[in-house]
């Protein structure tokens, strides 16, 4: 049960993301990069005024953000250089983009509650910038499923021939070639996320047997054929209709007795848990045109309906959760 102190509790974390978020729309972290700095210098970097500069750098330390030496500077504790100082090698830009993108647009949440979907207040969704750093913050987040999935598959019988859909940057696929040696990958997206394959895994000795093939979901030919098919994190983006009409595709595009993996987040019947399933079908309200979260009876239902069956069920995480399907 949510106590008050909890309730509470809740609310003011708001504060710190407010303050995590200035700190990235300041460049703080990549401003201080390997240096100790002073309020004043990181001020003037950032073009901003001292007083609030200080303010902010102060949080950061109470946060456990940054250090504060003994001569009274500022520098970068290691986690956060390490992701968010744009030196850094292991730099999460799409992460550190998207999280500044997303920050005003939940302010819109109340509002289309009260009078319903309207994403012409999300005016980039379609610019490649946006595009380009979303497939970054995709791979920052899939890379660790993609192993467990790609061993999950392989498990009981070769991947063979492979499709991923919306595949964002190929971390899947790329996950599958390393798997099985003889496994052959087609990732269909946008121009811009095979962009950001090319660019992640282009060097890569498996790229021979990975193909981009540029397209849309609803609109591309997928081909036949397939082995396995990987439908990753779009059944949320839209409602029954929408997702029937590719079921049917990938029905067509699967050799008989191929193997479908749906992952998303699934609800239980209530759609009350798991928790973060429950709240990312807020997420899929604000964002999408048509897309919920849908119970693991209704994706069943769906895939039942579309020509798959012997269904099996494996947790990945709290939230989140693969179903593989077999085609009739």
């Known amino acids: 049960m949510l106590t008050y102190e909890k309730f509470v509790n809740i609310i003011d974390a708001l504060e710190d993301a407010r303050v995590l978020l200035a700190a990235l729309e300041f460049d703080v972290f ?67 983009h998207l999280k500044m993108e997303k920050n005003d647009e939940w302010n819109q949440l109340i509002q289309t509650i009260r009078k319903g979907r309207d994403l012409t207040a999300f005016e980039d969704g379609d610019d490649p910038e946006f595009r380009h750093c979303f497939s970054y913050a995709m791979h920052e987040r899939s890379e660790p499923y993609a192993s467990r999935i790609a061993a999950l598959l392989a498990k009981k019988k070769s991947i063979g021939k ?16 390393r798997q099985d040696k003889k496994a052959e990958a087609t ?74 993996a749906v992952v998303d987040f699934f609800l239980n019947e209530d759609r009350t848990a798991p928790y973060e399933a429950a709240m990312f079908s807020l997420t899929m309200l604000l964002f999408t ?24 069920t494996h947790k990945l995480d709290e939230g989140s959760h693969v179903i593989v399907a077999t085609r009739k």
């Open 162 to 177: 492979f499709l991923d859909l919306g595949g964002g940057p190929g971390s899947y696929c790329a996950a599958v070639l």
């Open 30 to 96: 990549t401003i201080l990069d390997k240096k100790e700095m002073t309020v004043r210098q990181i001020a003037r970097k950032a073009e901003a005024q001292d007083e609030g500069m200080s303010a902010l750098l102060h949080a950061l330390v109470a946060l456990g953000a940054l250090k504060k030496t003994k001569n009274g500077k500022f520098a970068n504790t290691p986690e956060m250089y390490k992701h968010f100082c744009r030196s850094s090698p292991d730099y999460k830009k799409g992460t550190a």
């Open 289 to 312: 045109e048509t897309g919920k979260t849908y119970t693991f009876s209704e994706t069943e239902h769906l895939l039942t309906k579309a020509g798959f069956h012997k269904f099996q």
């Open 187 to 260: 990732l269909l997206d946008r121009d811009a996320a095979c962009n950001v394959a090319r660019a992640l895994f282009g060097k890569e000795k498996f790229f021979s047997r990975f193909t981009m093939k540029p397209g849309d979901l609803f609109e591309t030919d997928y081909g036949n054929g397939f082995d396995t098919v990987l439908f990753s994190n779009i059944l949320h983006i839209y409602n029954p209709a929408e997702n029937r009409k590719l079921l049917k595709k990938i029905h067509k595009a699967l050799k008989p007795g191929g193997r479908l």
